[in-house]
């Protein structure tokens, strides 16, 4: 075993960014595997990060890389899952990195293409593709445009365990090799397939020997030091984690109580729609029942009425006299004495 782990964001850089041939070499193979296109020529634009490691903050570092067609690509070792999203992250690396561009005077035509290419050692999606390729398209799947070529801004995600370690050598194609490798490099020669590799597969070899510059005692405290980095950067994101959760707490509880009184207030005009109902309802049959002895009143009145004018005919009153006395005509009289 030995200290070299291309796992170790540091590491990972060093191998494939340092400002020299080996390391260029290594990194076009790297690029041309993954991305499936010969590269010829690239140049890593932030190399200098690995001289001053010591200097740096945080512990991110990703290699920005240029073609000589000027694709811009930005390539990072993500070891961990995080409680923000990923992919999100990633989005929002991709679009920085597009909208860098300096555009000035110039036709949006001549935008350059940019990939964000991040090796996951962990899984993201739920199918078994270990690379990915994502472009803007359509909710129904159409791309957004029609040319490939078009596309200029890409998210490649590289899912290292979803490689079968235990798949024979022979039947793995250069991206599953070169991940297997990524995996298991720290175990060198005592790793039966690393060996076999290591003997037999030219891009393996170019890998190994820049592994090998990192394999002695000396960049052990390096690595430590880097270690220490990412667990102070771990410890710094908690704390940011453990704040978004009390604040989320905060604002639930707030959310909460508005809830209650919301619910309260919708209690209280419940109840108060509930007794201008049963007031009005009151009010209703309070009005029918003025109205019901109302119309008895009538009935009654009538009936009084009926009676007089009855009595009176019987007392030998003309239908003449009867009118003038009730105030009604002489025919309604009449139906009075008929009825």
Known sequence: MRNANLLNDFAFKYVFGEDCKEANDALKSLLTVFLKRKVN??????????????KMKSPR???????????????????????????????????????????????????????????????????????????????????????????????????????????????????EKMIYYFLNCHKGLDDSKIKVMIESDGMIQMLEKRVETISDDRWKKIIEDFQKLHENEERIE?????????????????????ARKDKEEARKDKEEARKEKEEAHK????????????????????????QMVCKMYE?????????AYCSLNVDEIELLIKS
Not at 41 to 54: G, I, L, Q, W
Not at 117 to 134: G, H, P, Q, T
Not at 315 to 323: A, K, N, P, V, Y
């Open 41 to 54: 020529h690239v140049v890593v634009k932030n190399s200098e990060m690995v001289k001053d490691y010591t």
């Open 61 to 175: 570092l990703d290699l920005l890389v240029e073609f000589d067609d000027q694709t811009t690509v930005d390539l990072e070792m993500q070891l961990r899952q995080t409680k923000d999203n990923l992919l999100n992250r990633f989005n929002y690396y991709l679009a920085r990195l597009h909208g860098s561009q300096d555009m000035e005077g110039k036709s949006y035509s001549q935008l350059k293409e940019t990939i964000v290419m991040v090796f996951f050692n962990l899984i993201i999606a739920d199918d078994d593709d270990i690379c990915s390729l994502y472009t803007m398209r359509k909710y129904s799947g159409i791309p957004l445009v029609k040319d490939e070529k078009e596309d200029r801004m890409k998210l490649m995600t590289i899912e290292m365990p979803k490689v079968d370690l235990n798949k024979p050598l022979e039947d793995m194609n250069e991206q």
């Open 238 to 258: 908690l704390q940011l984690e453990l704040e978004e959760a009390q604040r989320q707490m905060k604002e639930a509880r707030k959310d909460k109580e508005e």
């Open 283 to 306: 009010e209703k049959e309070e009005a029918h029942k003025e109205k019901e002895e109302a119309r008895k009143a009538i009935l009654e009145a009538d009936k009084k009425v009926k």
């Open 315 to 323: 007392d030998g009153f003309t239908l003449e006299q009867i009118s």
